[in-house]
């Protein structure tokens, strides 16, 4: 039936209006049916040719469609970038993160759009849900990353903007006593993420004290298995070791509850939390509390295995049967390695003072070598350009 309305609609699509238009892309978004000539071709060339008169909560919608499906328009996204930037001051601070979201959840960069957000949210962030505020902030903080136009010309996007990014978040952070009494562990993951992603911890210290206190405030027990990895990553990456009690308490907790449940976790849960204890210097007593034995088996894959292993190397923790198993099974896991995860295989196995196999090291080998020769031809480029620049 859907697929019958779907095909009805290219040759009716063009009648439709603005808001018909919108609420029929997302109908068909929120039922994950991702019909490829309607989002292909006709509600693109739809909003090519009537763009101009898309209001701020149809271009929320139609942009959230795609996002929502995961299909990166670019001719959608162009055609509704400048009339997105005219609607800006009609927009709630739903909208605004709405739209925020999904440009940065299919990484469209449009610079002077969220320059034009940031300025409206000074006014508006008092109004935020939290969910606004978590989307908001996981938007701009993949500001932070190197452009992601997608052209080599895009004028609209290019580069990052560190002053804005911290600035917003700076902003949104600022709403959370009013959120608190409203906050979950979901939200939570998100933002930690956030602020991670964009290194503002390191402009704002003080911002450590002030994450850790939620999760001791929520109980780590609110906390699926999953997000805990998640929370584990993201505060290791952000982890200070001047940091005071409250960051102590925050790792204390923590750890107990991992090690409370270490038999609900998948193997990616385990691994998140091992190379996160070990990166914040904890024990070998932590990481064995993790009960990561339960995880060796025939279906470890190679990049958790790398991960395993460089939370032992980290705490110096030598486990036997982890190397027995990565020993035998090398040669079966290596095919689906990449060349990074290959090198971390590598060097973990060399810390944790087990041989490196023959296969591991071809790889590590060939990936070095290609590596040097592409530097090589670089510099060698790099030198004759500048060679015909001075001539």
């Known amino acids: 039936l859907l697929r019958a309305i779907a095909t009805a609609l290219r040759t009716k699509f063009a009648k439709c209006t603005t808001v018909d238009a919108a609420l029929i892309a997302n109908a068909f978004a929120r039922l994950l049916l991702v019909e490829r000539t309607l989002f292909g071709q006709v509600i693109p060339l739809y909003v090519s040719a009537k763009g101009n008169r898309f209001k701020a909560k149809d271009i929320a919608r139609l942009l959230n469609s795609y996002a929502k499906v995961q299909l990166r328009s670019t001719v959608v996204f162009d055609a509704l970038a400048e009339r997105c930037i005219e609607q ?20 469209v960069s449009n610079m002077a759009l969220f320059s034009k957000l940031a300025k409206h949210l000074t006014g508006c962030a008092q109004t935020c849900t939290l969910q606004a505020v978590s989307n908001l902030l996981n938007a701009y903080s993949k500001l932070q990353g190197p452009s992601h136009g997608h052209d080599g010309g895009d004028t609209k996007g290019g580069g990052f903007d560190a002053g804005l990014t911290g600035g917003i978040i700076e902003c949104l952070l600022a709403e959370l006593p009013r959120l608190q009494h409203d906050m979950n562990a979901h939200s939570l993951c998100i933002m930690v993420h956030a602020v991670a992603r964009a290194k503002y911890h390191l402009r704002r210290p003080d911002v450590l004290d002030q994450l850790s206190k939620v999760p001791l405030h929520l109980g780590f027990d609110s906390f ?39 038999s609900e976790f998948e193997v990616a849960d385990a691994s998140n939390c091992a190379v996160a204890f ?29 991960a395993l292993a460089t939370a032992h190397a980290l705490t110096r923790f030598w486990d036997g049967s982890l190397l027995q198993l990565l020993t035998t099974k090398m040669k079966d896991m290596l095919w689906e390695a990449t060349d990074v995860v290959a090198c971390r295989l590598a060097l973990a196995l060399w810390l944790m003072g087990g041989t490196v196999p023959h296969e591991l090291r071809k790889a590590v080998t060939g990936y070095v070598l290609r590596t040097g020769s592409n530097l090589s031809r670089h510099g060698n480029s790099g030198g004759s350009d500048g060679a015909a620049g001075r001539r």
């Open 224 to 262: 699926s298995a999953g997000q805990l990895g998640m929370l584990a990553v993201a505060f290791a990456e952000m982890y200070n070791k001047a940091g005071g009690n409250t960051q102590q308490d925050f790792w204390r907790a923590l750890t107990e509850e991992t090690a409370k449940r270490a």
């Open 88 to 107: 800006v001051e009609y927009m709630d601070c739903h909208a605004v993160s709405v739209i925020a979201n999904a440009h940065a959840r299919l990484l």
């Open 278 to 306: 070990a990166c914040v210097r904890m024990d070998a007593g932590t990481i064995s509390a993790l009960k990561l034995g339960q995880h060796y088996t025939d279906e470890l894959s190679v990049a958790a295995a790398a």
